[in-house]
T-cell receptor
Framework: KQEVTQIPAALSVPEGENLVLNCSFT??????LQWFRQDPGKGLTSLLL?????REQTSGRLNASLDKSSGRSTLYIAASQPGDSATYLC???????FGTGTSLTVIP | SQTIHQWPATLVQPVGSPLSLECTVE??????LYWYRQAAGRGLQLLFY????GQISSEVPQNLSASRPQDRQFILSSKKLLLSDSGFYLC????WGGGTDTQYFGPGTRLTVL
């Protein structure tokens, strides 16, 4: 069974810092990998989707990479802002296996 | 312990036919409930969420509707399916507490509209 782990579980950084969130999975036979953010009391918002044939995706200040062979993905957030504070989840497909999440706090 | 059920697991329907997907949660009370869809090659998209019986919020205009007739039952419906309704549908629940709002997902329904 696929297991998805995220490190760190919680992260607190001052505004303006660049940061990296990590996601690892045990079965490299994945279809897609997605990164989400979850704000308190709200649904998930999909940030980036990386197909299994791709190695990275970029959207604004976000960049996600995928290394299937090593079972890892990273989400890079540049120039962090207080509005980036949320819980970040990764998930591998095609059955959805969600990671444990990283709670990010960006301090003004 | 809490569990979430979704059915059916797989569904193939013709264009124009009705749809009813059901989601039920056990082991918790007054959960927030969510319906998501992932179309082929697209990210997961929130369709509806509910904070209580009869309370439904829609995130995007669409051909679908949702209802919550009971505290732990969430139903996704359509009167007439479109080809664009094809995708993978996920139901989720959460309960706010202790400063967290972790969502727990069902097994999903893969819908193909032909």
């Amino acid at each position: 069974k696929q297991e998805v782990t995220q490190i760190p579980a919680a992260l607190s950084v001052p505004e303006g810092e660049n940061l990296v969130l990590n996601c690892s999975f045990t079965d490299s036979a994945i279809y897609n990998l997605q990164w989400f953010r979850q704000d308190p009391g709200k649904g998930l918002t999909s940030l980036l989707l990386i197909q299994s044939s791709q190695r990275e995706q970029t959207s604004g200040r976000l960049n996600a990479s995928l290394d299937k062979s090593s079972g890892r993905s990273t989400l890079y957030i540049a120039a962090s802002q207080p509005g980036d504070s949320a819980t970040y989840l990764c998930a591998v497909e095609d059955q959805f296996y969600f990671g444990t999440g990283t709670s990010l706090t960006v301090i003004p | 312990s809490q569990t979430i059920h979704q059915w059916p697991a797989t569904l193939v329907q013709p264009v124009g036919s009705p749809l009813s997907l059901e989601c039920t949660v056990e082991g918790t009370s007054n959960p927030n409930l969510y319906w998501y869809r992932q179309a082929a090659g697209r990210g997961l998209q929130l369709l509806f969420y509910s904070v209580g019986i009869g309370q439904i919020s829609s995130e995007v205009p669409q051909n679908l509707s949702a209802s919550r007739p009971q505290d732990r039952q969430f139903i996704l419906s359509s009167k007439k399916l479109l080809l664009s309704d094809s995708g993978f549908y996920l139901c989720a629940w959460s309960v706010w507490g202790g400063g967290t709002d972790t969502q727990y997902f069902g097994p999903g329904t893969r819908l193909t509209v032909l």
